[in-house]
Nanobody, 120 residues
Framework: QVQLVESGGGLVQAGGSLRLSCAAS????????MGWYRQAPGKQRELVAR???????NYADSVKGRFTISRDNAKNTVYLQMNSLKPEDTAVYYC??????????????WGKGTLVTVSS
């Protein structure tokens, strides 16, 4: 069974840091782009950061300079280092990845989410 499992969420004070991890497991042939999205209460899910298999990255304007996405292809894992956290970063953070179980057949997969709460 292929799945994405996030970890690292929690409660932190404003100005603090957290590191999220997301590991892909199962019978996976290859992994394309991976990313982090978030959804705050009453708001739509939005892209936070994305990284390609070649490690090109892009970020939402709201997190540029504070968050860093990275990946370890040997571990099928993507990370999100979050620094200088603000109360408005409070949300459920979801991992997303393009996983191919057979060559050329990539599909979108989502994790179940991990809650990040930033107190003021």
């Amino acid at each position: 069974q292929v799945q994405l499992v996030e970890s690292g969420g929690g409660l932190v004070q404003a100005g603090g840091s957290l590191r999220l991890s997301c590991a892909a497991s199962g019978s996976i042939f290859s992994i394309g782009p991976m990313g982090w999205y978030r959804q705050a209460p009453g708001k739509q899910r939005e892209l936070v950061a994305r990284i390609t298999s070649g490690s090109s990255t892009n970020y939402a304007d709201s997190v540029k300079g504070r968050f860093t996405i990275s990946r370890d292809n040997a571990k099928n894992t993507v990370y999100l280092q979050m620094n200088s956290l603000k109360p408005e970063d409070t949300a459920v953070y979801y991992c997303n990845a393009d996983l191919a179980l057979v060559p050329g057949d990539g599909m979108d997969y989502w994790g179940k989410g991990t809650l990040v709460t930033v107190s003021s």
